[in-house]
């Protein structure tokens, strides 16, 4: 099973971007999906996630009211808008997910997508 991301690019203050993980394989199941960003010289942060069947969601403080995360469960895809974007967005945005296969539980990051911020 793999993620792949897609959907960032550069933006100016204010703007929008959305981003797309879609995971492939055969024979699994995702139950908690998030994304992740990291800037440069900075550790790795949690920006949302998104439990099985969309239902349940959470965010950091920094993204509240600002950015949306969804998932299409038929799809195994996962997306999220990112509104208002501020220079501090500016940064590698990571999806992840925990998978299951044959009973087993993995979990799994893709080779993330760049935002950048910048007027």
């Known amino acids: 099973v793999q993620l792949v991301e897609s959907g960032g690019g550069l933006v100016q203050p204010g703007g929008s971007l959305s981003l797309s993980c879609a995971a492939s394989g055969s024979n699994f199941s995702i139950n908690v999906m998030t994304w992740h960003r990291q800037a440069p010289g900075k550790q790795r942060e949690l920006v949302a996630l998104i439990i099985s069947g969309g239902g349940t969601t959470r965010y950091a403080d920094s993204v509240k009211g600002r950015f949306t995360i969804s998932r299409d469960n038929a799809k195994n895809t996962m997306f999220l808008q990112l509104n208002s974007l501020k220079l501090e967005d500016t940064a590698m945005y990571y999806c992840?997910?925990?998978?299951?296969?044959?009973?087993?539980?993995?979990?799994?990051w893709g080779q993330g997508t760049q935002v950048t911020v910048s007027s």
């Open positions: 992840s997910a925990n998978v299951v296969v044959d009973t087993k539980m993995y979990h799994i």
